[in-house]
Structure formats: structure tokens, C-alpha cells
């Protein structure tokens, strides 16, 4: 692991050179990693095997492995670090730093997604309520840098696609003045997730009690408790909510309306406490809804192919966002023909031990079906479809597929799968 020291030193004597000017240190880190070719020269795995023939490591700046699945430090000076992150889940959360550096992916590819947060109210000074657009999307493969800076001026997310992907992060420890370290919410949520105080915590972990003892009594004491919270904390209880009641196996097995009834009832309250705001959390929770849905039909697919489909889904808004990035990674191929022929494959494609009959979740998915996405992706309209067919069909086929076409059309464009191509 030479090759890492040889690059924080060089890194420390420029940045000495330049007095350690914050300013500097993101072009000044991404330079290096340019110039030096980090990946021809380590391998993301040789960075595993090290690690476990040595007797004693660096010191490591996040030993439980907080943020990396794992992290690994492999540079230390005292004023910044260096360190590979290891991912095996697809995502990180929509985010700003409170330090600033530069990163490379070492290994595989990621999605990568750059915005803006328009604030419109400071709740208080973790909190935050405003809009959260798209700047940019791109894809970095094996080698790409990008300059980290702290505060609103980054705010972005990164989708890994292959598993696992690995980064080399050169860092400093923090920046004082770029507190907090919000993460964001879509559509329109910012807050930090470092912010703890201890009687919340304490009381989650109660609601955990209440829920995991099945009392009879428990969702009125929750509820009381809803009544009187602030949004901050509102927000906290209900997101741990929201995963506790989905959590039933059983439920979910059966497909019982029993936790989406308990939980409606909780934001209900909410609703009262809090007045329009409460329209926030349902906003996020209907957001993260789709979200998982689209994850969910992801986890049943291993075509490389179809689950980058499926990662654009997941991550980027809009047709031209998503085309422009099919282009990238297949330059030879017009991407509307290609996203037709992933969703001919994925609704080809049966999924065991589940109730829907494909992996797009849209049961009876059929050519008729994949002719009319073809032309709400071409922006025809209800009417241009049927003038079209009609022009295709013989009469009497025609006549047999009429009457259901508008509710075939509703189907598609109400998909939560195909939510992000007619944003």
C-alpha cells in the first residue's frame, strides 16, 4: 500500500506549499488522484488483503464503519486522511459534507447525482423545508474524480451499480463552519442525521417496546406522544414508525391493510399537530413508497443490464435525464429502442414466490401493452394511440382492443416503474 503514502505525500507537501488553504485542497487532492492513475496501479481487492496480513493498521478515522462497508484508512497526516470505501448496497443517501477533499472510484461504476436545495423556512438549526432539484446526473466509471466541498455547495448521492464498488476518498477531518452536515429528503426535506438528544432516542426506543409487546394500548400511547412533538422529532418517530409497522412479515406475506391503516392514523394526528407542514412527511413517504418498489423489482433481476435500467429508474428524473445516460454507457444504440427492449425482457421475465406475474410489477403486461408505452415514451397522446392502432389493426381487432385501451393507458402511465420516465 506505498503507492497510498507516495500520494498523501505528495498531497501534504503541495497543500503545505499552498498554506493549507481550505479553498485549494479539493482541486489540489482531485489533481493528484488524476495524475497519479490510482487504479492501474491497486486493486480494490489487493486493499482487502493487505488489510489482513498486517499487524497493526493506520489509524483508522471510523473503526465501526459508520460510512464504507467497510472503510479503510490508509493515509494519516494531521490535517487530512485517505481512505478506500467499500460498497455492497446500491445507494447513499442524498447528502452535503462537512469536510472537503476529492474521490476516485477504484473499483466498478456509480451513478452520480448533483443538486440544489432552494430553502424556504429554517425550522430551527437541524431542520430545514425547501426544494431539492436535479443540477446534474452523470455516470463515473473506474477512474473518475470528483472535487468534494463542504456545505450546500455539493449536495449529491451516488448510486453504485456494481457490487461491490470502491472509492478512494481524500479528506479532511472537518470544516467548523459547515455545520451541520445536512442529509436530504425528497421532495423537500433537509436535516441532520447526526443531531441526537437523548430523550427522543430513549422514547423511540419505547415505541419499539410498545410495538415488539403487541400491546393492546399502544397505539394510543403513541399517538399522545404524536400530539405534543415537534417536527423535528415528529419526523424522527414517525420515519422509525413507518419501518416498524412495514416490518411484519406476516402482513406483508398476506398483503393485510393493517400496518397502512395504523400508520395513516398516526399521520392523521400528525396532520393536526402540525397543520400544512404535515404535508411534507407524506410527500417523503409516498417518495420513499415508489422508491422501494422500484428496489424491490430490482432485487429480482441479476442482468447487468436491466439493473442499470432499473438504478436510472431509482435515481434520476425525466426522459432526457435518463436517455442521456443510457447514451453514455451504450453510445451505439438509440436509447429509446434499448429501454424498450428492457422492459420486453423484464416483462418476460416471471418472479418466484411472488404475487406479480413479471419483474415490472404490471400484471398481463403484453405486446399491446408494450406498443402502447412505446408511444406514451414517443409523447403521443390517448387519441394518438388509438388513431394509430386503428391505422395497424384489422377492424376487427381493433374493435376487440378499443373499449380497453383507455384503461390500458391509465395502467402505464400510473406504473410506479415507469414514474420517472414520464415526469
Known amino acids: 500500500m506505498q503507492v497510498f503514502t507516495r500520494l498523501g505525500e505528495k498531497i501534504e507537501a503541495a497543500w503545505r506549499a499552498a498554506d493549507f488553504s481550505e479553498e485549494k485542497f479539493p482541486a489540489l487532492a482531485a489533481g493528484f488522484l ?27 478515522k471510523d473503526p465501526r464503519g459508520n460510512f464504507g462497508d467497510p472503510p479503510v484508512t490508509l493515509y494519516t497526516s494531521p490535517k487530512f486522511h485517505i481512505d478506500v470505501y467499500f460498497w455492497f448496497e446500491g445507494t447513499t443517501a442524498i447528502h452535503q ?13 456509480s451513478i452520480h447525482s448533483w443538486y440544489e436545495f432552494e430553502r424556504r423556512e429554517a425550522i430551527n438549526f437541524f431542520t430545514e423545508i425547501g426544494e431539492i432539484k436535479l443540477k446534474v446526473c452523470e455516470l463515473l466509471e473506474t477512474g473518475a474524480v470528483q472535487e468534494i466541498w463542504p456545505g450546500r455547495k455539493y449536495i ?39 443531531f441526537e438528544e437523548e430523550t427522543i432516542m430513549k422514547k423511540q426506543q419505547v415505541v419499539s417496546a410498545l410495538l415488539r409487546g403487541k ?17 423535528q422529532s415528529t419526523y424522527s418517530i414517525l420515519s422509525f414508525l413507518k419501518r416498524s409497522l412495514h416490518a411484519n412479515r406476516i402482513d406483508q406475506l398476506f398483503e393485510l391493510e393493517t400496518p397502512r391503516k395504523r400508520f395513516e392514523a398516526f399521520l392523521e394526528i400528525v396532520r393536526k399537530r402540525h397543520g400544512e407542514k404535515a404535508e411534507i412527511f407524506e410527500r417523503i413517504f409516498a417518495h420513499n413508497e415508489k422508491m422501494s418498489e422500484i428496489v424491490q423489482r430490482r432485487s429480482f433481476v441479476i442482468d447487468p443490464e436491466h439493473r442499470f435500467f ?21 453510445p451505439e444504440t438509440e436509447p429509446s429502442e434499448k429501454v424498450l427492449d428492457w422492459v420486453f425482457d423484464l416483462s418476460q421475465t416471471r418472479v418466484a414466490g411472488s404475487s406479480q406475474q413479471n419483474a415490472l410489477g404490471i400484471d398481463g403486461f403484453d405486446d399491446l401493452d408494450l406498443t402502447i408505452f412505446e408511444n406514451l415514451l414517443a409523447d403521443c397522446t390517448a387519441d394518438d394511440i388509438a388513431a394509430k392502432l386503428e391505422a395497424e389493426y384489422p377492424p376487427e381487432k381493433f374493435a376487440s382492443v378499443k373499449d380497453s385501451l383507455p384503461e390500458r393507458i391509465k395502467k402505464i402511465r400510473e406504473a410506479v416503474i415507469f414514474d420517472p420516465l414520464f415526469t
Open 34 to 60: 488524476r495524475d497519479e492513475g490510482m487504479p492501474s496501479k491497486v486493486t480494490a481487492w489487493e486493499v482487502l488483503e493487505w488489510c489482513l496480513t498486517q499487524t497493526e493498521l493506520p489509524r483508522q
Open 97 to 109: 459534507h462537512g469536510f472537503c477533499g476529492a474521490f476516485q472510484v477504484l473499483h466498478g461504476s
Open 156 to 194: 449529491h448521492g451516488l448510486f453504485h451499480l456494481d457490487s461491490p464498488s470502491a472509492t478512494i476518498c481524500v479528506r479532511t477531518d472537518k470544516s467548523p463552519l459547515e455545520a451541520p452536515q445536512f442529509t436530504y429528503h425528497k421532495p423537500s426535506l433537509a436535516i441532520d442525521p447526526f
Open 215 to 231: 400491546r393492546p394500548d399502544a397505539d394510543e400511547h403513541i399517538g399522545n406522544l404524536l400530539a405534543d412533538l415537534d417536527f
Open 310 to 330: 432499473l438504478a436510472l429508474l431509482l435515481n434520476v428524473e425525466g426522459r432526457e435525464q435518463i436517455f442521456s445516460l443510457i447514451r453514455q454507457r451504450f
